[in-house]
């Protein structure tokens, strides 16, 4: 599961690729028509859609605590502060509201059909990369994690 790229820090890493020109134009759609809080809130569904329904489905988070679990109210109003004209047009009983709701989200997530509740990128921290993107020893450590993980469960 990916959400998003390695451009910038933002919490959960929810957000869309931006076009690689950088260009004001680019920048201008970003800042006015992204919604952190949606992206966020259709990914969490996709993943209890995909609990519910599949069997032995299990997920591999590729960012450091992607899914924010432990989210707070300050993480979650720096998500929604990616859009400045929603964020500008919101109040704080709102902003509540949309918050719980996150929560509840993430509740009814089963964490225990996750690989591992590390992110991959902090799992192969000390293999090559290339760009960012790991070369085949990280694909190789990543293999045999995942391996270990599904032999564990007797599935492997």
């Given amino acids: 599961m990916e959400t998003g790229s390695g451009h910038g820090s933002k919490p959960g890493r929810i957000y869309q690729h931006l076009a690689s ?18 992206n966020y809130c259709d990914m969490l569904r996709m993943i209890i859609s995909l609990q519910n329904l599949a069997t032995n489905c299990y997920f591999l988070d590729t960012y450091h605590n992607n899914l924010l679990f432990d989210i707070t109210k300050d993480d979650f109003k720096k998500i929604l502060s990616y859009n400045s004209v929603i ?22 997530i089963n964490q225990n059909l996750f690989v591992s509740l590390e992110s991959y990128q902090s799992l ?33």
């Fill in 124 to 156: 192969i921290q000390d293999c090559s990369f290339d760009l960012g993107h790991p070369l085949q020893d990280g694909h190789s450590k990543i293999a045999g994690i995942v391996t270990k993980f599904l032999r564990e469960n007797n599935h492997g």
């Fill in 21 to 38: 020109d950088n260009s004001a134009e680019s920048e201008y759609v970003f800042k006015n028509f992204f919604n952190g809080y949606k």
């Fill in 87 to 108: 964020l500008d047009n919101i109040d704080d009983e709102r902003i509540d509201d949309k918050f719980n709701k996150v929560k509840m989200l993430t509740s009814q």
